[in-house]
């Protein structure tokens, strides 16, 4: 499961750019059919306080009070689109699949609500509808697939007013991420979050601040998730093979010259 | 807007001050980036941290209502420092101008300027005016040395705001202000463009006009009018507010800017006379000249063929204000209270929310025999019968709703902050029976016109005189349905004989065609023009028809971002304005990688954008000054024609935090602003049943400690009677909250989230705290200020669940700016309680 | 109707709250099919798995574990001193796995698609292959226990033919058990920033396999013991110190095993820096392995019922503790606090009564011990 930079999508989220303005939030429900939930003001803008299954994506405000001044700072969050997704291998029906044009597209007739491609995913996109009684799907961002496949650039991307986000082929976004820290010298922060977490991700972001400042989880691992797994899943057939290899070989040598299993249990009784 | 939007992108310094655009002008927001993504810089002046302020270079903190201060140490920074554009002050403004030597300011008169007449709080403006030479010209010193010249006293008032004065003022840290003044005045350069984006936190306030004069003063010093990334730029807030204000919405003008004529202007030569501007300087445009070609032609538009050279064109059946009467908004519902009208159109707005004070306006409403509600939905004006402490019984107002249908269901056009007009196409049908606002208008006309021809009445002329040409007639005579393109082609105008060029004899315009252009109006009835600014916006070309609004080429010859062929500006599709003054007097552009304008010396013509007036360069002999609209055609840095005094001065917020006004003791509240309650001694304190219980304001109260301000979010529009019924932009935003310090919150033992009641001398609210670092006390005078601020965009209508919180203008005072009479909804007193 | 009225009022008290708890687990199950997880869990984004993951899924394959650990023992290794004991334990795991199968489909989303895997085949699934692993083994384990039924109804041609393979059908469970068993610890491995390195490891499947036969063989001690109470038998001492002997070794290997892999990975000082984690790994090791082993090394534990009892019990709560930990430390990180519903506390209870119940009936009905079979 690899994914061809040269023509699977991609997404720069400069966040330097955002102002927050939650245009995004709006165009996903939008395209995306989405109603809402109920939701409060608590004190903070975040709402609703976390992606749902009807929020696909979200302004995520991180309020920073500094000694020197102050900062806000804007997060756009949905799904990844990981270049080999946890989600993806986890999912033992196939619901969830890479595409080769870049997103991380969802059958719900195969779904059978096991939720492991929301233990699996890294970034905790996958969402569930848990009130749901008897079709009750899994939620994420689509990266508007269908838009994609029309031609379309997907609806958050389409409504931003200040192009916070940059689409065009991985290889060609990851070009621009870098061509703007080396245009822009100390306006970034040196990383490129996405472009190896998890194995590098479809949907990758520049900031001026360092990520775990904005909430992003910066512990994983450079490594395609699911190579975690197939490693230990490559040796079954292997492991079978030895395994009944070995279980007939002990089971022959230790009941050498006992009687077949009848008698040994007649004579028990 | 001189400017428009896409021209921030040509900004090297943008100030964002009195307005917040990230969040209310998102879309502009790509120029500021853009322009910050080369090399530009962004400040952000706001009471509290916004989401501008988060992209912003600096922020630079202020309280509310200080905003001359603050500006008026700028200048003072910029004079001390010598890091003004002298060429340009010198020749392009009043600078030199000599101002009487009788005139005194603050300095000398303790707050006031001369000429003040505490009863009628009013001045008398004698001693202000220019010294004029034998042709009646002002005298001049260009070395700007001259202690009665404008920049000698420019340099006098300002001389009391200095970096320390300022900051224990406005609480701002002294080294921000610093920071802002360094930065900003960095573009008195030739090739330094400075721009400033405002909006209501400047015009909000008893002295909101003052506010926007110190910017400009600070634009003319700089040399940052009429360059491109110049400007003063208001960002318009409703999508079509600046169409509306071009097309006569205010009660003070007709469309295009034409004065409403006032009962002393008995005939149309008294009001010509008496309106038009003169300038003796031959190097002054003034065009305001022309004046008399605009009403006449408007009222040829109004009026058609019943308006005659006999008959004066119509003009007495204008309605005329009586002298001196103001019927802005806060004297309107003053009077509606008062039980003065019978009936009230409440059209596409909701003033039981928006209207400061709305307690009172909603009383207001009480009084009326019917009211009608012209509108998308019901909404708190329209169902202010059964609001909260309403008992429907007691309320003998007939209401009536009139379904509109939405701005997507019709066509038209609209017109920008940038005074761009588009044609906007209808998407879809109207819903129901929903009908558009004009074919409403044209409903009400034709039954109204009825009445008077079936009944009579007292004054029946003005209405049955009107043309009324919008469409198609029925058998009863009524337009079936209002097409907009005639009312369009009826605003541009028409010629209504032909009409030939007087000096040439060349032939202009054919009978019964659109005039081209505001330059062939005539004053004597054969043109017509229902707003002369947007003459040339639809135009003939022999048989065939152009609506410039509705063009859309992306071709931008300049480089600028003009983009001339992209829909079309007034006036005569300039879109930068006072652009002369983007070249020196020989025409060579300040900025000449930015050339707004070019001359060309080989055809005698300028390029580029369209100039203010095809004239040569200022020192050829038929040159003349950039800013035509003004009779010396200099900018006004020394501004007389303002109520409150020709240079902004400091005065508090009619409520305010301090005792007394730290710039001078005598006047803590503008001098001349109308006031709706009476005040005593020299602090301007209420007076004990000084007026309407509903009038209230208490300042510098301990029940009333912290300083509010109201403003919007993103996520409603306005009263949110379009946004509160929208469950994904309710979801973001559900409820009223109040945004505080970490420092008040402790104080009074608030925690985030907390259902908190908000109050003031006249009302009280619900909404959740939102205990923020984008809120920090300001050190005021040595003392502790803390303020708060809450959006305006809930009322108790909907959601339904209730839980909201009602408008925030039931805490905002009935007072306005002294010049404009704009309710100062951004800066009053209140207290917060856990509720 | 009358003569299940009948049987039921014949029942001992226990039974009767048996079937009361069973009774009013279906009806939450039915409950939660027509509202819900949402309506009938706590189970949120933040915490997509619950206590049903935990204990009737996690747990419930691992306490089966005995099961194929006593058959390896009897038929491959050929240690004939516990054949009494297989029966009792292919039950043990034949109900586990029941319970097992019962806990998905009460847990998964759309109860009604669970054989989706069965058709729709992403083998890069641990879910996957525990679906797999679930149906096949299940069918094996009821084949394996199978010969109880057809000696019950004297089907001895069947039985005749079944018997014949036994052994492919051990070393089948065998295999099919080891692939399960640590295809739960498996679940883990893709989730390395998420589940603290305490538990987190490349080899957390070969961990959970261990640990599945300590657990699996304490809970046949258990289950012994509690039998011969219940039967009012003699305690089978040689098979329990058998056992028990059986269970301290794997410990121990368990054990060693563990340290080697945190320090190799050099995570031992997690063990102290972990905040509630260190916590409740420490408390898991201590009840699971330290303590059981301790006791183990005392004669007086081995050669007494109780000590026996006591210790067995230590090791199965230690490493049910051990399934929770893994299960919920992997979804900590949200900062959601999960408790699980009264909902879901009945269905759990619902159906470890059953599984009880169905226990119950077996050794009552067919020849499970020695002495039913000789009656
Ligand atoms: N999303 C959205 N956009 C809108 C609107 C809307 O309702 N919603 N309304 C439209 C309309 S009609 C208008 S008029 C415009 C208004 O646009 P803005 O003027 O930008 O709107 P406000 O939010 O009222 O006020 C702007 C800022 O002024 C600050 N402020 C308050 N007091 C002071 C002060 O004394 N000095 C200074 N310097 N700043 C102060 C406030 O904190 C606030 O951040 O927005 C338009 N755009
Ligand atoms: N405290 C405080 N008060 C303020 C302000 C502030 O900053 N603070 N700002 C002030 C400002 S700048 C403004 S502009 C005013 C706005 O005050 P209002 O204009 O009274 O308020 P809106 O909510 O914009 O009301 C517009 C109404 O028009 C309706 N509408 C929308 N489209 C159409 C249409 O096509 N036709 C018709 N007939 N109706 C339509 C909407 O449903 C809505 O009810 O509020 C002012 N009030
Ligand atoms: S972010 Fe999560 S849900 Fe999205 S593709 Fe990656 S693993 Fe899957
Ligand atoms: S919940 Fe659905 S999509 Fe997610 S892993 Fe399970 S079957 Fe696949
Ligand atoms: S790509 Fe499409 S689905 Fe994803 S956040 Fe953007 S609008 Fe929503
Ligand atoms: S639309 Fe663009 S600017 Fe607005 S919040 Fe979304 S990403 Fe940020
Ligand atoms: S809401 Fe409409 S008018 Fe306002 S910035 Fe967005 S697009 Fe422009
Ligand atoms: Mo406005």
Same mark, same amino acid.
């Given at each position: 499961?690899?994914?061809?930079?040269?023509?699977?999508?991609?997404?720069?989220?400069?966040?330097?750019?955002?102002?927050?303005?939650?245009?995004?939030?709006?165009?996903?429900?939008?395209?995306?059919?989405?109603?809402?939930?109920?939701?409060?003001?608590?004190?903070?803008?975040?709402?609703?306080?976390?992606?749902?299954?009807?929020?696909?994506?979200?302004?995520?405000?991180?309020?920073?009070? +500094?000694?020197?001044?102050?900062?806000?700072?804007?997060?756009?969050?949905?799904?990844?689109?990981?270049?080999?997704?946890?989600?993806?291998?986890?999912?033992?029906?196939?619901?969830?699949?890479?595409?080769?044009?870049?997103?991380?597209?969802?059958?719900?007739?195969?779904?059978?609500?096991?939720?492991?491609?929301?233990?699996?995913?890294?970034?905790?996109?996958?969402?569930?509808?848990?009130?749901?009684?008897?079709?009750?799907?899994?939620?994420?961002?689509?990266?508007?697939?269908?838009?994609?496949?029309?031609?379309?650039?997907?609806?958050?991307?389409?409504?931003?007013?200040?192009?916070?986000?940059?689409?065009?082929?991985?290889?060609?976004?990851?070009?621009?991420?870098?061509?703007?820290?080396?245009?822009?010298?100390?306006?970034?922060?040196?990383?490129?979050?996405?472009?190896?977490?998890?194995?590098?991700?479809?949907?990758?972001?520049?900031?001026?601040?360092?990520?775990?400042?904005?909430?992003?989880?910066?512990?994983?691992?450079?490594?395609?998730?699911?190579?975690?797994?197939?490693?230990?899943?490559?040796?079954?057939?292997?492991?079978?093979?030895?395994?009944?290899?070995?279980?007939?070989?002990?089971?022959?040598?230790?009941?050498?010259?006992?009687?077949?299993?009848?008698?040994?249990?007649?004579?028990?009784? | 807007?001189?400017?428009?939007?896409?021209?921030?992108?040509?900004?090297?310094?943008?100030?964002?001050?009195?307005?917040?655009?990230?969040?209310?002008?998102?879309?502009?927001?790509?120029?500021?980036?853009?322009?910050?993504?080369?090399?530009?810089?962004?400040?952000?002046?706001?009471?509290?941290?916004?989401?501008?302020?988060?992209?912003?270079?600096?922020?630079?903190?202020?309280?509310?209502?200080?905003?001359?201060?603050?500006?008026?140490?700028?200048?003072?920074?910029?004079?001390?420092?010598?890091?003004?554009?002298?060429?340009?002050?010198?020749?392009?403004?009043?600078?030199?101008?000599?101002?009487?030597?009788?005139?005194?300011?603050?300095?000398?008169?303790?707050?006031?300027?001369?000429?003040?007449?505490?009863?009628?709080?009013?001045?008398?403006?004698?001693?202000?005016?220019?010294?004029?030479?034998?042709?009646?010209?002002?005298?001049?010193?260009?070395?700007?040395?001259?202690?009665?010249?404008?920049?000698?006293?420019?340099?006098?008032?300002?001389?009391?705001?200095?970096?320390?004065?300022?900051?224990?003022?406005?609480?701002?840290?002294?080294?921000?202000?610093?920071?802002?003044?360094?930065?900003?005045?960095?573009?008195?350069?030739?090739?330094?463009?400075?721009?400033?984006?405002?909006?209501?936190?400047?015009?909000?306030?008893?002295?909101?006009?003052?506010?926007?004069?110190?910017?400009?003063?600070?634009?003319?010093?700089?040399?940052?009018?009429?360059?491109?990334?110049?400007?003063?730029?208001?960002?318009?807030?409703?999508?079509?507010?600046?169409?509306?204000?071009?097309?006569?919405?205010?009660?003070?003008?007709?469309?295009?800017?034409?004065?409403?004529?006032?009962?002393?202007?008995?005939?149309?030569?008294?009001?010509?006379?008496?309106?038009?501007?003169?300038?003796?300087?031959?190097?002054?445009?003034?065009?305001?000249?022309?004046?008399?070609?605009?009403?006449?032609?408007?009222?040829?538009?109004?009026?058609?063929?019943?308006?005659?050279?006999?008959?004066?064109?119509?003009?007495?059946?204008?309605?005329?204000?009586?002298?001196?009467?103001?019927?802005?908004?806060?004297?309107?519902?003053?009077?509606?209270?008062?039980?003065?009208?019978?009936?009230?159109?409440?059209?596409?707005?909701?003033?039981?929310?928006?209207?400061?004070?709305?307690?009172?306006?909603?009383?207001?409403?009480?009084?009326?025999?019917?009211?009608?509600?012209?509108?998308?939905?019901?909404?708190?004006?329209?169902?202010?019968?059964?609001?909260?402490?309403?008992?429907?019984?007691?309320?003998?107002?007939?209401?009536?709703?009139?379904?509109?249908?939405?701005?997507?269901?019709?066509?038209?056009?609209?017109?920008?902050?940038?005074?761009?007009?588009?044609?906007?196409?209808?998407?879809?049908?109207?819903?129901?029976?929903?009908?558009?606002?004009?074919?409403?208008?044209?409903?009400?006309?034709?039954?109204?016109?009825?009445?008077?021809?079936?009944?009579?009445?007292?004054?029946?002329?003005?209405?049955?005189?009107?043309?009324?040409?919008?469409?198609?007639?029925?058998?009863?005579?009524?337009?079936?349905?209002?097409?907009?393109?005639?009312?369009?082609?009826?605003?541009?105008?028409?010629?209504?004989?032909?009409?030939?060029?007087?000096?040439?004899?060349?032939?202009?315009?054919?009978?019964?065609?659109?005039?081209?252009?505001?330059?062939?109006?005539?004053?004597?009835?054969?043109?017509?023009?229902?707003?002369?600014?947007?003459?040339?916006?639809?135009?003939?070309?022999?048989?065939?028809?152009?609506?410039?609004?509705?063009?859309?080429?992306?071709?931008?010859?300049?480089?600028?971002?003009?983009?001339?062929?992209?829909?079309?500006?007034?006036?005569?599709?300039?879109?930068?304005?006072?652009?002369?003054?983007?070249?020196?007097?020989?025409?060579?552009?300040?900025?000449?990688?930015?050339?707004?304008?070019?001359?060309?010396?080989?055809?005698?013509?300028?390029?580029?954008?369209?100039?203010?007036?095809?004239?040569?360069?200022?020192?050829?002999?038929?040159?003349?000054?950039?800013?035509?609209?003004?009779?010396?055609?200099?900018?006004?840095?020394?501004?007389?024609?303002?109520?409150?005094?020709?240079?902004?001065?400091?005065?508090?917020?009619?409520?305010?935090?301090?005792?007394?006004?730290?710039?001078?003791?005598?006047?803590?509240?503008?001098?001349?602003?109308?006031?709706?309650?009476?005040?005593?001694?020299?602090?301007?304190?209420?007076?004990?049943?000084?007026?309407?219980?509903?009038?209230?304001?208490?300042?510098?109260?301990?029940?009333?400690?912290?300083?509010?301000?109201?403003?919007?979010?993103?996520?409603?529009? +306005?009263?949110?009677?379009?946004?509160?019924?929208?469950?994904?932009?309710?979801?973001?935003?559900?409820?009223?909250?109040?945004?505080?310090?970490?420092?008040?919150?402790?104080?009074?033992?608030?925690?985030?989230?907390?259902?908190?009641?908000?109050?003031?001398?006249?009302?009280?609210?619900?909404?959740?705290?939102?205990?923020?670092?984008?809120?920090?006390?300001?050190?005021?005078?040595?003392?502790?200020?803390?303020?708060?601020?809450?959006?305006?965009?809930?009322?108790?209508?909907?959601?339904?669940?209730?839980?909201?919180?009602?408008?925030?203008?039931?805490?905002?005072?009935?007072?306005?700016?002294?010049?404009?009479?704009?309710?100062?909804?951004?800066?009053?007193?209140?207290?917060?309680?856990?509720? | 109707?009358?003569?299940?009225?009948?049987?039921?009022?014949?029942?001992?008290?226990?039974?009767?709250?048996?079937?009361?708890?069973?009774?009013?687990?279906?009806?939450?199950?039915?409950?939660?099919?027509?509202?819900?997880?949402?309506?009938?869990?706590?189970?949120?984004?933040?915490?997509?798995?619950?206590?049903?993951?935990?204990?009737?899924?996690?747990?419930?394959?691992?306490?089966?574990?005995?099961?194929?650990?006593?058959?390896?023992?009897?038929?491959?290794?050929?240690?004939?001193?516990?054949?009494?004991?297989?029966?009792?334990?292919?039950?043990?795991?034949?109900?586990?796995?029941?319970?097992?199968?019962?806990?998905?489909?009460?847990?998964?989303?759309?109860?009604?698609?669970?054989?989706?895997?069965?058709?729709?085949?992403?083998?890069?699934?641990?879910?996957?292959?525990?679906?797999?692993?679930?149906?096949?083994?299940?069918?094996?384990?009821?084949?394996?226990?199978?010969?109880?039924?057809?000696?019950?109804?004297?089907?001895?041609?069947?039985?005749?033919?079944?018997?014949?393979?036994?052994?492919?059908?051990?070393?089948?469970?065998?295999?099919?058990?080891?692939?399960?068993?640590?295809?739960?610890?498996?679940?883990?491995?893709?989730?390395?920033?998420?589940?603290?390195?305490?538990?987190?490891?490349?080899?957390?499947?070969?961990?959970?396999?261990?640990?599945?036969?300590?657990?699996?063989?304490?809970?046949?001690?258990?289950?012994?013991?509690?039998?011969?109470?219940?039967?009012?038998?003699?305690?089978?001492?040689?098979?329990?110190?058998?056992?028990?002997?059986?269970?301290?070794?794997?410990?121990?290997?368990?054990?060693?095993?563990?340290?080697?892999?945190?320090?190799?990975?050099?995570?031992?000082?997690?063990?102290?820096?972990?905040?509630?984690?260190?916590?409740?790994?420490?408390?898991?090791?201590?009840?699971?392995?330290?303590?059981?082993?301790?006791?183990?090394?005392?004669?007086?534990?081995?050669?007494?019922?109780?000590?026996?009892?006591?210790?067995?019990?230590?090791?199965?709560?230690?490493?049910?503790?051990?399934?929770?930990?893994?299960?919920?430390?992997?979804?900590?990180?949200?900062?959601?606090?999960?408790?699980?519903?009264?909902?879901?506390?009945?269905?759990?209870?619902?159906?470890?009564?059953?599984?009880?119940?169905?226990?119950?009936?077996?050794?009552?009905?067919?020849?499970?011990?020695?002495?039913?079979?000789?009656?």
């Amino acid at each position: 499961m690899t994914t061809n930079n040269k023509t699977s999508k991609g997404v720069l989220v400069d966040l330097t750019r955002c102002i927050g303005c939650r245009g995004c939030q709006i165009a996903c429900k939008s395209w995306n059919e989405r109603s809402t939930k109920d939701t409060v003001m608590s004190g903070v803008f975040t709402n609703p306080p976390k992606l749902n299954s009807e929020t696909y994506t979200h302004i995520n405000y991180i309020e920073q009070p +500094q000694d020197s001044g102050q900062a806000w700072h804007f997060v756009k969050d949905q799904c990844m689109h990981c270049k080999d997704p946890a989600c993806v291998s986890a999912c033992p029906v196939n619901a969830l699949e890479k595409t080769s044009t870049g997103p991380v597209v969802y059958h719900y007739s195969r779904c059978i609500g096991c939720r492991y491609c929301m233990i699996a995913c890294p970034f905790q996109i996958p969402k569930y509808e848990w009130e749901k009684a008897l079709t009750p799907w899994v939620q994420k961002c689509t990266f508007c697939s269908e838009r994609i496949a029309n031609e379309l650039v997907p609806a958050c991307i389409k409504v931003c007013p200040t192009q916070v986000m940059h689409y065009g082929t991985l290889e060609e976004v990851l070009r621009e991420a870098k061509k703007r820290q080396q245009d822009s010298p100390g306006r970034y922060h040196d990383r490129i979050y996405g472009e190896k977490e998890a194995g590098g991700t479809a949907w990758v972001y520049l900031s001026s601040v360092p990520f775990e400042q904005l909430g992003f989880n910066v512990n994983i691992p450079d490594v395609q998730l699911p190579s975690l797994t197939w490693a230990s899943l490559n040796k079954i057939p292997a492991t079978v093979g030895g395994f009944v290899v070995a279980l007939s070989l002990i089971a022959w040598f230790r009941n050498r010259g006992s009687k077949g299993e009848q008698s040994a249990q007649g004579k028990e009784k | 807007m001189t400017n428009h939007w896409i021209d921030i992108r040509n900004a090297d310094v943008i100030l964002a001050m009195g307005g917040n655009p990230a969040e209310n002008h998102p879309i502009s927001m790509k120029w500021v980036l853009w322009a910050m993504e080369r090399g530009a810089k962004l400040i952000s002046a706001d009471p509290r941290f916004t989401r501008t302020s988060a992209r912003a270079d600096v922020y630079a903190p202020l309280r509310s209502g200080t905003d001359i201060a603050f500006l008026g140490g700028m200048i003072n920074y910029i004079i001390r420092n010598n890091l003004y554009f002298k060429e340009y002050l010198s020749r392009y403004t009043n600078a030199p101008f000599l101002v009487n030597p009788a005139f005194r300011g603050p300095t000398d008169l303790d707050g006031i300027f001369s000429g003040y007449d505490g009863k009628k709080r009013k001045y008398d403006k004698k001693s202000w005016a220019f010294q004029k030479g034998a042709k009646g010209i002002p005298k001049t010193d260009y070395t700007l040395n001259n202690p009665n010249c404008v920049f000698q006293l420019l340099k006098k008032h300002y001389s009391r705001y200095t970096v320390e004065m300022v900051s224990s003022v406005t609480g701002t840290p002294e080294d921000k202000l610093r920071e802002v003044y360094r930065l900003y005045a960095s573009t008195g350069k030739p090739d330094k463009a400075g721009t400033v984006m405002y909006a209501m936190g400047w015009t909000q306030h008893t002295v909101g006009t003052q506010n926007i004069r110190a910017m400009t003063i600070i634009q003319f010093l700089l040399g940052n009018m009429g360059i491109a990334g110049g400007g003063v730029n208001a960002l318009r807030g409703e999508s079509n507010v600046q169409g509306s204000t071009d097309h006569g919405i205010l009660f003070h003008i007709l469309p295009g800017y034409l004065p409403v004529p006032k009962a002393s202007l008995t005939d149309l030569k008294t009001y010509i006379e008496k309106t038009t501007p003169k300038a003796n300087d031959p190097k002054s445009v003034n065009w305001w000249k022309n004046k008399g070609k605009y009403i006449t032609s408007y009222l040829k538009a109004v009026y058609g063929d019943n308006a005659t050279k006999k008959n004066d064109f119509g003009y007495a059946w204008l309605p005329k204000l009586d002298d001196g009467m103001n019927m802005s908004w806060l004297m309107l519902f003053d009077a509606m209270f008062k039980g003065q009208f019978e009936g009230f159109f409440a059209w596409g707005q909701n003033p039981a929310c928006s209207g400061s004070n709305a307690g009172k306006v909603r009383k207001a409403m009480e009084k009326l025999k019917w009211m009608v509600n012209v509108n998308l939905f019901d909404n708190e004006t329209g169902s202010f019968w059964r609001g909260p402490g309403v008992n429907p019984k007691d309320v003998q107002t007939e209401v009536f709703e009139l379904p509109c249908c939405s701005s997507v269901e019709k066509e038209g056009s609209i017109t920008n902050s940038g005074r761009v007009a588009q044609w906007r196409y209808k998407a879809v049908d109207p819903v129901g029976e929903s009908k558009s606002d004009s074919d409403i208008m044209n409903e009400l006309y034709f039954r109204v016109k009825r009445l008077y021809e079936q009944e009579g009445g007292k004054y029946p002329d003005p209405i049955l005189n009107l043309t009324w040409d919008y469409g198609e007639k029925g058998a009863d005579g009524k337009v079936k349905e209002v097409d907009t393109h005639l009312v369009a082609r009826e605003i541009n105008g028409y010629y209504h004989a032909d009409v030939y060029d007087k000096k040439k004899g060349k032939l202009l315009g054919r009978k019964g065609e659109l005039c081209k252009t505001f330059g062939h109006l005539q004053a004597d009835g054969s043109t017509s023009a229902g707003n002369w600014l947007y003459t040339q916006s639809y135009i003939q070309k022999g048989a065939k028809t152009i609506n410039m609004m509705a063009r859309r080429s992306t071709k931008d010859p300049t480089g600028l971002g003009l983009y001339p062929e992209w829909a079309w500006a007034w006036p005569v599709n300039r879109r930068i304005l006072y652009n002369r003054a983007s070249v020196d007097v020989n025409g060579k552009a300040w900025n000449p990688k930015k050339a707004v304008i070019r001359w060309n010396a080989a055809t005698g013509k300028w390029t580029g954008d369209v100039p203010d007036g095809g004239a040569p360069p200022l020192n050829q002999a038929k040159g003349t000054l950039p800013f035509i609209m003004k009779p010396d055609g200099v900018g006004s840095v020394f501004g007389p024609g303002r109520a409150d005094g020709p240079f902004p001065e400091h005065y508090e917020p009619l409520e305010c935090p301090v005792q007394e006004n730290p710039m001078s003791k005598k006047h803590r509240i503008n001098p001349t602003v109308k006031l709706f309650f009476d005040v005593k001694g020299p602090h301007d304190e209420p007076v004990k049943e000084g007026g309407l219980a509903e009038d209230t304001f208490l300042t510098c109260d301990v029940r009333y400690p912290y300083v509010a301000t109201t403003y919007r979010v993103s996520e409603h529009w +306005q009263t949110g009677v379009l946004t509160r019924h929208q469950p994904w932009l309710l979801e973001m935003v559900p409820q009223q909250f109040v945004e505080m310090s970490h420092e008040l919150a402790a104080e009074k033992e608030i925690r985030n989230g907390d259902p908190v009641t908000v109050s003031s001398a006249r009302g009280k609210v619900l909404a959740y705290a939102m205990v923020t670092s984008r809120f920090r006390p300001f050190k005021v005078a040595a003392s502790t200020v803390h303020q708060v601020g809450l959006p305006w965009c809930f009322g108790w209508q909907y959601p339904e669940k209730g839980d909201q919180g009602d408008s925030s203008n039931l805490l905002t005072p009935t007072i306005g700016d002294a010049n404009t009479m704009i309710p100062e909804t951004k800066a009053f007193m209140v207290n917060v309680e856990k509720a | 109707m009358a003569t299940v009225k009948e049987y039921y009022q014949s029942q001992p008290r226990g039974m009767k709250i048996l079937f009361a708890l069973v009774g009013i687990g279906l009806l939450t199950i039915l409950v939660r099919l027509a509202t819900g997880l949402g309506a009938t869990t706590n189970l949120s984004d933040d915490v997509p798995w619950g206590l049903w993951i935990a204990v009737d899924v996690l747990c419930g394959v691992a306490l089966a574990a005995g099961g194929f650990s006593v058959a390896a023992a009897v038929y491959i290794f050929n240690m004939k001193k516990y054949r009494p004991i297989v029966r009792p334990a292919v039950l043990t795991a034949f109900i586990g796995y029941l319970v097992v199968v019962f806990g998905l489909f009460v847990d998964i989303g759309k109860p009604f698609s669970f054989w989706h895997p069965l058709v729709m085949w992403n083998y890069h699934s641990i879910m996957f292959e525990i679906v797999w692993c679930i149906t096949l083994y299940t069918a094996v384990l009821a084949l394996e226990f199978a010969p109880a039924f057809l000696e019950r109804f004297k089907w001895e041609k069947t039985l005749n033919v079944l018997k014949k393979f036994i052994y492919p059908l051990v070393i089948a469970g065998i295999v099919l058990s080891y692939l399960h068993q640590s295809s739960l610890g498996a679940l883990f491995l893709i989730v390395p920033q998420k589940l603290n390195h305490l538990w987190y490891s490349p080899i957390i499947p070969q961990l959970f396999f261990l640990s599945a036969i300590a657990l699996g063989l304490a809970m046949v001690s258990l289950e012994s013991i509690m039998g011969s109470r219940v039967f009012k038998r003699e305690y089978e001492m040689g098979i329990l110190q058998g056992l028990t002997k059986g269970v301290a070794i794997v410990l121990a290997i368990y054990l060693v095993v563990k340290i080697a892999d945190l320090a190799v990975r050099g995570s031992l000082p997690l063990v102290f820096t972990s905040g509630a984690a260190s916590f409740f790994f420490i408390t898991e090791m201590l009840v699971g392995v330290l303590i059981p082993l301790a006791l183990f090394a005392r004669k007086q534990t081995r050669e007494s019922v109780n000590g026996i009892l006591t210790a067995s019990s230590f090791v199965i709560v230690g490493i049910v503790m051990n399934r929770f930990n893994a299960n919920f430390f992997t979804q900590a990180g949200t900062g959601t606090f999960y408790f699980p519903a009264i909902l879901e506390f009945l269905v759990t209870i619902g159906l470890i009564s059953l599984a009880i119940l169905l226990y119950r009936l077996a050794v009552t009905y067919l020849p499970v011990f020695p002495e039913a079979e000789r009656t």
